[in-house]
């Protein structure tokens, strides 16, 4: 079994930038990857962004790249979101998700945080 707890979410302002956190406790094993999911009100969950746990190596939404970067502490079984560059698109319930690496990033992880708000005004 796998827990996620994330943290970080909060209301900015267009422009500013904010880092969301993810701890996973449980039995993650090193093939596993940390993603980043989102859902804006009225729509369909989206992918993010990934981290491989393996090697670190990270994979991105086009939407997203080049503004957020994932990062992790393999130590604390921690993952995060900085997200910078924030447009009131990015406002979505943000969740951390956990599985095999590939199923993550196909967008079909069985764990799953409990979501933290993001609300970027204009």
């Known amino acids: 079994q796998v827990r996620l707890v994330e943290s970080g979410g909060g209301t900015v302002q267009a422009g500013t930038s904010l880092r969301l956190s993810c701890t996973a406790s449980?039995?993650?094993?090193?093939?596993?990857?940390l993603g980043w999911f989102r859902q804006a009100p009225g729509k369909g969950r989206e992918f993010v962004g990934a981290?491989?746990?393996?090697?670190?190596?990270?994979y991105y939404a086009d939407s997203v790249k080049g503004r957020f970067t994932i990062s992790g502490d393999n130590t604390k079984k921690t993952v995060y979101l900085q997200m910078n560059t924030l447009k009131p698109d990015d406002t979505a319930v943000y969740y951390c998700a956990a599985d095999s690496y590939g199923v993550v990033v196909r967008g079909r992880p069985q764990y799953w945080g409990q979501g933290t708000q993001v609300t970027v005004s204009s």
């Open positions: 449980g039995r993650i094993f090193s093939q596993y990857g």
């Open positions: 981290l491989r746990l393996s090697d670190n190596g990270t």
